[in-house]
C-alpha cells in the first residue's frame, strides 16, 4: 500500500507513533498499571495491605507518568528512563516483588528501552551531500 492510498490519520498516527519512544512508554505505563492492579485486587482477598499496597499504588502512578513523559517530550526519555529502572528495583522489594515480578519484567524492559531510543535522522539528499 503505497503513502497516498492511507487514510490521513493514519500516516499521522505513524508518524507521531515512531517520533518517540513509544514502546519503551506503553510498557511503562502497563507495568505500572500491573502494580495498581495487583495490589487492588489484593483488597478482596486481603482485609490488610499494608506497606506493601500503598508502595505499589504510588510506585504504579510514577511508572504511568514515567510512560506518559516519554510520550509527551521525548527529550525526557533519559530522566524518566533512569528513574524507571531505579523504581523498577525498588519495586521488587516494596511492592510485592514488583507486581508478582510480571510488573517488574514490564517495567524494567520498558525503561531499557527509554534510555536506548535515539530519534530518526532526517533523509538526507543529494544536493545536501554534494
Not at 56 to 69: E, H, I, M, N, P
Not at 90 to 119: D, E, H, Q, R
Request: proline fraction near 4%; include cysteine.
Amino acid at each position: 500500500m503505497t503513502t497516498a492510498m492511507r487514510p490521513e490519520w493514519r500516516s499521522g498516527w505513524r508518524g507521531w507513533r515512531r517520533g518517540r519512544p513509544f514502546a519503551a512508554g506503553l510498557l511503562l505505563g502497563l507495568g505500572g498499571l500491573e502494580l495498581i492492579c495487583v495490589s487492588w485486587v489484593g483488597l478482596g482477598f486481603l482485609r490488610f495491605t499494608g506497606t506493601a499496597g500503598a508502595a505499589s499504588w504510588g510506585l504504579g502512578a510514577l511508572f504511568v507518568v514515567a510512560g506518559v513523559t516519554t510520550w509527551r517530550n521525548p527529550a525526557l526519555r533519559y530522566f524518566s528512563g533512569v528513574l524507571a529502572a531505579v523504581l523498577s528495583l525498588v519495586s521488587l522489594v516494596a511492592a510485592n516483588l514488583g507486581g508478582l515480578l510480571l510488573g517488574f519484567l514490564l517495567t524494567a524492559v520498558g525503561s531499557a528501552l527509554a534510555l536506548a531510543w535515539v530519534p530518526q535522522q532526517a533523509p538526507s539528499t543529494r544536493e545536501e551531500e554534494a
